[in-house]
């Protein structure tokens, strides 16, 4: 996501200053930038202060999907929370307004349908998604306190799945996980029996939720829901991806893990009235773009 908010932000006109440590992410997917008058790229782990001037910050900084953030939990925590910390503290500093890239994890295995903002959500505060759930929460407190305490402009989204071209083929989430399987013309693995659902959002229509809420009235802070609200079960993802790619996958069901969320769907009232924001490319549209993508890196 941070590549393709980049790539926006330096299309818009801004300069752009991308911090990562690569922990997950790749120097491939900023490549094409390196060598723009307006690009800097720095090497560094949020969880260390940061000096710099800047007048806006995007805090995207964290491992996203399972298999990453359960790699090194203590790390994953260490991310949100302290990554936050140094993140806002740079931002008073600056007086930077700073946006938080949130999660709809933070709702946990909801009791509510679709979920909108108001719910407090049902997370498990000792399981192996906690760190990141749980981390997330602690962020969004830090941003609210901070706000409170020390008058900042914040901006926090709750992103619901998000996916598009430059995923990492092998980070276990679900739409890059198909795809590859089904490139490589293996069978596409299910976790449960593939009832749960999930809603889908292409990230060309997320980075322009973002720059419309970076760009909100001051008293705009969220949290608000960004993602798209067509809601899919895994199963029915499963066999579209098979039906694009083509070949002869089957679909295998293996067991659900712990605290796999049973329905994910936002409600993004919140977002269509106050940023004037929805979702604009269907699930197909975008499975497309990136099935493309992963063509070009597995199959090579
Ligand atoms: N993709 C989704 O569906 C989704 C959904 C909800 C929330 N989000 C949030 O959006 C943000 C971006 O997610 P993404 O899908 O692009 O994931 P990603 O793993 O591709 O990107 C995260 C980036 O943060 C970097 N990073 C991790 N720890 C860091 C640290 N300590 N210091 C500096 N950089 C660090 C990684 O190297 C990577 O480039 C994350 O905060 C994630 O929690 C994503």
Redesign the pocket.
């Known amino acids: 996501?941070?590549s393709h908010l980049c790539d926006r932000l330096l299309k818009n006109g801004a300069d752009v200053l991308c911090?990562?440590?690569?922990?997950?992410?790749?120097r491939d997917n900023i490549i094409h930038l390196i060598g723009s008058p307006h690009f800097e790229l720095v090497r560094?782990?949020?969880?260390f202060p940061l000096y710099v001037e800047v007048d806006e910050i995007y805090?995207?900084?964290?491992?996203?999907?399972p298999i990453?953030y359960q790699w090194d939990p203590v790390?994953t925590t260490?991310?949100s929370v302290h990554?936050a910390i140094n993140m806002l503290g740079l931002a008073k500093r600056t007086k930077a307004k700073i946006f938080q890239?949130?999660?709809?994890?933070v709702y946990g295995d909801p009791e509510v349908h679709p979920q909108e903002e108001s719910y407090w959500g049902r997370v498990n505060p000792i399981g192996i998604r906690s760190c990141?759930d749980e981390g997330?929460r602690c962020a969004e407190t830090l941003f609210f306190d901070y706000h409170r305490q020390h008058n900042l402009e914040i901006k926090v989204a709750r992103?619901?799945?998000?996916?598009g071209p430059r995923?990492?083929p092998n980070?276990g989430?679900v739409v890059s996980n198909f795809i590859v399987q089904a490139l490589q013309g293996k069978n596409i693995t299910i976790y449960g029996d593939g009832s749960q659902t999930r809603s889908f959002c292409y990230v060309d229509d997320l980075i322009e939720g973002f720059v419309r809420l970076m760009a909100s009235k001051n008293d705009v802070t969220g949290p608000i829901n960004l993602g798209n609200p067509d809601e899919f079960t895994i199963k029915q993802l499963g066999e579209i991806v098979i039906q694009m790619v083509g070949g002869k996958s089957k679909l295998v069901f293996e067991t659900l893990p712990q605290d796999d969320p049973k329905q994910r769907k936002p409600d993004i009232s919140l977002a269509k009235t106050t940023l004037d924001w929805e979702p604009q490319i269907k699930l197909k549209d975008g499975l497309e773009k990136t099935i493309e993508h992963f063509r070009k890196i597995v199959l090579k």
């Open positions: 996501m941070g911090v990562d440590n690569f922990y997950s992410g790749t560094h782990d949020i969880t805090n995207l900084a964290c491992p996203a999907s990453h790390q260490k991310t990554g890239a949130s999660t709809s994890e990141y997330k992103i619901f799945n998000t996916f995923m990492h980070d989430r």
